[in-house]
């Protein structure tokens, strides 16, 4: 990945500020900290409620393949969704980013990620939330298509614009199914196709409550003591639909656990959370640290402290990145921006569904030629948009933002350096 | 016979509607029509997501409540017996009161299949401009035709809380949902809490038990959290999965394990059954909560009128008191400053007047040093008038002009609001006439025999002196040298006698002038000191008046606050009075409604049920 401006742009920064606080023993670890995290993992926050399902996710995360690379999961403890916004800010505050977990898309849980975003750097960029319905299981009633019911709420609240200013998406997953596919040991997964093989009707009816599923009067080839850690590991909706997955065939473990992971949302999860924030991990750190340093530019004033915050305000004010994000924040909320030819493409261009310059793009594999005429047909077409008397001011910032993206990949992703760097 | 739980009700009508307190009577009558009514009216509450429509549909063993896994029911569905199944959607009529209360007559019925009633209810109410107010279930159950009639209701947020307390209102009972996946929410709590202060019926369903492995520890929290609280509240776990699952297989074992079996016994022997001490319970319930916002309502307004003692009038009397006396002292210190100022003014022009005629005097007196008055004198008379006049005229012009200041300076103090009480003293009188009349002095003639008889008188000495004297040198008397001598003594007399002459009539016109110019003194002084005392009393005798008006204006403004005060403290007094005695008998009203609801509770309390199921 090539560096962002922004992020170098936050680093010079940092180092200024070094300078600045060099007798401040406090602030320098802070900011050697905030100087170091550039070349660490992204660090994500797990915040929730109690009993919302916070250890579940970070688990299922971190036993999930590539993400661990570059991501470093917090798990924290249980945040009460009236707690005060200093305390769930301050939980959130070593984080680059935030995975707030929901059971219902509901006001008070709201509440939380709402707190999250109260410092004015975070305000001006809601850009590294994503609500999570994390026990999507519950949320269907423990069916086996719960989670395929969960995704539709999920995908309803996403339109809501009151969630959409706080986070960039909401993701429905049954936390406990998506953890256990993958942990499964031979004994347990012997057990399910055991169960899989017991006649539908008969089975039907034990898989009707916990109660029965795991009472030790019925007469099921596989023993209560067995049933009941089965139970535990995945959960009623679990059970049901590994013993479902398993009779449609994936009677390995390893397909099994893949099957698992998708229908229980983690995959989806897994690809928000990269699409999201493994993709943009420069530029959250870049905001993270942006965030630090403001409070402390503003907390311990000094003489030269004054002119380091003007130039912060102007790096968060021209991060192009921050810009795209907004767009594409502004784009998702008020549909009727753009025409809506030009809003999936403003949407394309401008990185939401990655930021690598063919998926910007829109091309497969493309030719160095076929990317220069796309280049200039794009650069045409938004020019006209940037202009057009039919638009109103507002499609008009959009479309400049939009060429600037367009100018952007053309110069392979570093525009010049604005001067007061150097 | 009517039940005493219906007296009770009545009399805490009357006193809402004794106290003026329709909004207070408005739920009670609604109370009152509902209690009368044989159903028993059954509220199913809870958040979003609870599984409300489903616990109906689990009772009635109908999916007629549309269920989805987001927020699914819009508008409250009734549903209650009947003989076919039938099912309606209910339209708003402007004049329908509540939004599920009244029956059927309150709103346009639309007939809509029984399978889609609540989804196109539910889709109806989302589109914006729709007015159907609710959608109502009719089945043919044992259970329904008891006389239970079940309400689903919307998602009971925050938001709605006071909707919610409303519709409370006009049930017998409340059956709350709460799912047992989560403890109950502090939400939960409150709507709990807030719910049973007006209907004290309240059931606590804990649903979705099927999916909750550790149910009966939710189950056992939930109960002691209810205690804690001191919530009366039954908590009965269910699945309505599992009695969907039992009534399709008509398997008795399963429906009891899904707790409805549980649920609809206590239902039935619970509430149905005892629906007398139901309707006792929330009469008491409601009664106390209404009594207690009267007696608060009457409290808070004694407290105000107490406070409120110093009404808008009795300031504005003691105002009109205070203003008088300032009055009175405006006044006097005027009348204070007119007699100062006038006494300064005589002082003044005594002096100047005196000073200007001296001078005159002066000027009188040197003239006349030399002048001859028998040739000058119509000329100096000419003169003097002029120099008079001139005087009388600067001294009166100056008095006028003092006085209009003077004048200025108390209306500034007596009545500064009023210029037009300023006199216009300026425009003053003529100057005066005065005097009798220089009169001319009498001059003596020296005439020529007396110039003769002068010049022969002093001839005679000096020749009989010269004559005498060469008379010795043997000279006759009469010689020449003689009659030089006489010649010059006589012509010395002769003007000698011209010089005294002279200085006998310049006396004579100065002490003329003198007296006349005294004279003038005299009368000019006179004049201007009664032109001072009748414009003094003439500013006097206006401002007065203007005192005297005033008062009696403050005083007649006065007297009608006193009287207006009066009124008020005689109203205060009365509606003090009047307070009190509401208090008192709305106080023997909530006694007797205390005594209703320990008679309820002490008819419960002795059996509790939570223990025998």
Redo the contacts between chains.
Sequence with gaps: MNTSVTATLTRVLLDRAIELYRDNPRAMAMLRRQRARFDEPLRLAVIGPSRSGKSTVVRALSASGRSLRDITPVDTTAVEPDAAPREIRARCADADAVLCLLRRPRDTELDLARAVHEHPVAQATPINTVAVLSRADELGGGRADAVISARQIARRARREPELRALCQDVVAVAGQAANAGRTLNATEFGALRTLASEPTDRLEAHLLSVQRFTSTQVSLPVDAGTRERLLDRLGLFGVRLAVTLVRQGNDTQPTLAAQLAQRSGLAELRETIDVLFVTRAEILKARAAMLALDVLLRMEPRTGSDALLIELDRAVAGAHEFQELRLAASLLADPGLLPDGLREEAIRLIGEHGTEPEKRLGLHAPSGTQVQQALRDALRRWRLVAHSPELGSAAHSAALVVLRSIETIATGGAPAMPAYVR | MAPPWLGILDDTIQACVTHNRQDLAQPLWERRARLLEPTLRILVLG???Q?KSQLINALVNAPVCAV???ETTRVPAIVEYADTPNAAMIADNPDARGAIEGGAESGRRLPVPIESVTNRANHDAATPGSDVVHARIGLPRGLLRAGLVLVDTPPA???RLSSVLSEVLCADAVLMAT?A??DL???ERELLERVTRICPTVLVALT??????G?QDVAERTRARLAEDGLPATVVPV?A??RM?AARGGDRV?NA?SGFEELVRRLRHDWLERSDELNQRSVAALSEVTVTRLINGLREEHARTQRGGTGDAVTRWHAAGREIEQLQRVSARGQTLLADAVADLTSDLEFDLRDRTRRILREVDEYFEEADPSRTWPEFEEWLEDQLTEVAETNFGWLFERFDWIAHQLARQIAPHRPDLVPDVAAGDPPLEHANGLRRPNVEKFSVGQKLFVGMRGSYSGLLMFGLATTVAGMPLINPISLGAGVAFGLKSVFEERGSRLKRRQTVAKTAAHRHVDDFYLACNKESRDTARRLQRMLRDRYTEYAEQRRAEITASAKELKKAVDIETAEKNRRTKEISTALESLGTLRQRVRNLNDQVWASIVPAPRELTA
């Design positions: 958040e979003s997501g599984g989805g896994d987001d947020s925050t938001q799912d996946t989560s929410s502090a939400n979705k038990i099927d999916i909750v492995p149910w699945s999965t599992l699952a399963l394990e």
